[in-house]
T-cell receptor, first 112, second 114 residues
Framework: GENVEQHPSTLSVQEGDSAVIKCTYS??????FPWYKQELGKGPQLIID?????GEKKDQRIAVTLNKTAKHFSLHITETQPEDSAVYFC???????????FGTGTRLLVSP | DSGVTQTPKHLITATGQRVTLRCSPR?????VYWYQQSLDQGLQFLIH???????AKGNILERFSAQQFPDLHSELNLSSLELGDSALYFC?????????????FGPGTRLTVT
C-alpha cells in the first residue's frame, strides 16, 4: 500500500524566512496530495492541495510543488509569521476510495 | 470552522468499556471518513462511508465498528477498550467519493482509557 515519508520532523525559522517541507510517496497511482495544518487541540485544517495533472499551485504565501517522476511533493511557505507555527501534515490519495495516507508531520516553529 | 461537528469533545472511560463517538458531516457532504491519531502511529485511516454504505476499511480493529445513518451522520463504536485505544479520533467529510474530493476534518474526540 501507499507509504508517505515527510521531512523534516521539526523546523525552526525566524519570522519572515521561508519554510520548506518535503514528502515522498510510494504508490505511483496516487493522484491527489493535500497539505493540512494542525494547531494544538484542533483538527487538521486543509490549507492547499494539488492533483497529479498539475506541477505547482500557489495560494498567497503558500505553494505546493509536485514531481511525479520522482514521486515527491513539497510545501513552501514564504514570509513566515508566528501564527504559521503548527504541525503540518502531507498526505497522498489514490483512485477509488480516497483514503488519505498521511506523513508523520512537521512541527514548524516561527520565532518573532 | 470546517463545518464538521464531533461529539463528545473529551471522553474518559475504563478498560473493557464501550463508547460511541458521533460525527455530523458538512451540509451536503455524502462521505464520512474516520481517522485515529496517536503519538506512535500518527494519523491512520480507519473506515469510509458513502451515503450510508461502507466503502473502505483501513487499520480498524475488529472491536471497532461504524455506521452512517440516513441523515448522513456517522457513529464510531469502540468496544472492549484497551489502554492503547487512547487517542484522538477524527472524522472528515467530503462531497463525494470519486475524483479525489477534499476532506474536511472535525475538531476530534479525545478518548482516554484508564
Amino acid at each position: 500500500g501507499e507509504n508517505v515519508e515527510q521531512h523534516p520532523s521539526t523546523l525552526s525559522v525566524q519570522e519572515g524566512d521561508s519554510a520548506v517541507i518535503k514528502c515522498t510517496y510510494s504508490d505511483s497511482a496516487s493522484n491527489y496530495f493535500p497539505w493540512y495544518k494542525q494547531e494544538l487541540g484542533k483538527g487538521p485544517q486543509l490549507i492547499i492541495d494539488i492533483r497529479s495533472n498539475v506541477g505547482e499551485k500557489k495560494d498567497q504565501r503558500i505553494a505546493v510543488t509536485l514531481n511525479k517522476t520522482a514521486k515527491h511533493f513539497s510545501l513552501h511557505i514564504t514570509e513566515t509569521q508566528p501564527e504559521d507555527s503548527a504541525v503540518y501534515f502531507c498526505a497522498a490519495s489514490g483512485t477509488g476510495f480516497q483514503k488519505l495516507v498521511f506523513g508523520t508531520g512537521t512541527r514548524l516553529l516561527v520565532s518573532p | 470552522d470546517s463545518g464538521v461537528t464531533q461529539t463528545p469533545k473529551h471522553l474518559i472511560t475504563a478498560t473493557g468499556q464501550r463508547v460511541t463517538l458521533r460525527c455530523s458531516p458538512r451540509s451536503g457532504d455524502l462521505s464520512v471518513y474516520w481517522y485515529q491519531q496517536s503519538l506512535d502511529q500518527g494519523l491512520q485511516f480507519l473506515i469510509h462511508y458513502y451515503n450510508g454504505e461502507e466503502r473502505a476499511k483501513g487499520n480498524i480493529l475488529e472491536r471497532f465498528s461504524a455506521q452512517q445513518f440516513p441523515d448522513l451522520h456517522s457513529e464510531l463504536n469502540l468496544s472492549s477498550l484497551e489502554l492503547g485505544d487512547s487517542a484522538l479520533y477524527f472524522c472528515a467529510s467530503s462531497l463525494r467519493q470519486g475524483d479525489s474530493y477534499e476532506q474536511y476534518f472535525g475538531p476530534g474526540t479525545r478518548l482516554t482509557v484508564t
